[in-house]
């Protein structure tokens, strides 16, 4: 297949939804996938140490390597999609941030998706310097394990007021944010939903990529599902030297195990 050169992990936040999320690594394993991601493990900013730690054992027991990770992101299933540019939430990331140290030195985790979230009409401006400083001080929190910040565009019109919608957003805002420590998120069915030549972004941008998703476009179902030409954007990723992990990021349209043979 166009990825078999790559290491491909399993998002346990939309794979494998047949069971408990706990029980996902496992299933994950029992498929044969070796490293997997997952969006925010919980409900709340922090859970407490209990849970986060419940979270990295059950990694431990499944013998998966954790690769990829979301900060807290608000009510995602209400439709929140980060709470970053947000004053009146600082405080949530910032309790979360902890969290997520806890797990990721358990775990070995790097690299750690954080989603702008959506502003207000009027308030862009301000909203957008906050945001500015708040992926300043996640890129410093973690720079003691020498972490990644990601940043991720959304597609347009499913995610609310969400203002990055292609890698020119978010080259934009990591250039305002200034910190070697983030990187684009190159996630197919965002791009893909946007009218992106999501090829020509995966060579263009492959050295500013930190991290891949696959999922097709329309639908965000399995590759080979919808539109998109994963040949061209394996052979975009390649072509501009892209060496990273990829994700399988995507909803099964049927049972997770009877949608993989893509990767075969």
């Known amino acids: 297949m166009q990825f078999n050169d790559y290491d491909v992990s399993a ?4 794979l494998f939804t047949e069971v408990h999320y706990l029980d ?15 969006w925010w493990p919980f409900t709340e900013p922090h859970p407490g140490n209990d849970r986060v730690d419940e979270v990295a054992a059950r990694i431990a027991d499944a013998g998966v390597q954790l690769i990829g990770l979301n900060f807290y992101a608000g009510d995602m299933p209400g439709g929140e999609r980060g709470v970053t540019c947000r004053p009146e939430r600082a405080e949530e990331l910032d309790r979360s941030t902890g969290a997520l140290l806890r797990l990721a030195r358990a775990t070995g985790v790097r690299r750690f998706n954080l989603l702008y979230g959506q502003p207000d009409e009027g308030e862009e401006q301000a909203q957008r310097a906050h ?10 929190a973690v720079a003691e394990i ?11 019109g499913l995610n609310g007021s969400y ?13 305002e944010v200034g910190s070697p420590r983030l990187a684009l998120l190159f996630d197919s069915f965002h791009l893909g939903m946007n009218g992106v030549d999501v090829a ?6 492959a050295g500013e990529i930190g991290h891949v998703q696959l999922a097709d476009s329309p639908g965000r179902g399995e590759p080979g599902s919808g539109e998109l030409d994963f040949a061209a954007i394996a052979a975009g990723l390649r072509a501009g030297g892209y060496r990273g992990t990829v994700a399988a990021e995507y909803k099964p349209t049927r049972a997770t195990g009877d949608t993989l043979n893509w990767l075969r």
């Open 11 to 14: 998002n346990v936040s939309l």
């Open 24 to 38: 996902r690594f496992q299933a994950a394993a029992d498929a044969g996938f070796r490293t997997v991601e997952s």
């Open 131 to 140: 945001a500015v400083g708040a992926y300043r001080r996640a890129a410093e």
């Open 146 to 156: 020498d972490g990644t910040i990601l940043v991720e565009p959304l597609a347009r």
């Open 163 to 175: 203002p990055l919608h292609d890698d020119e957003d978010v080259a934009a805002l990591i250039d």
């Open 200 to 205: 020509a972004v995966a060579q263009r941008r």
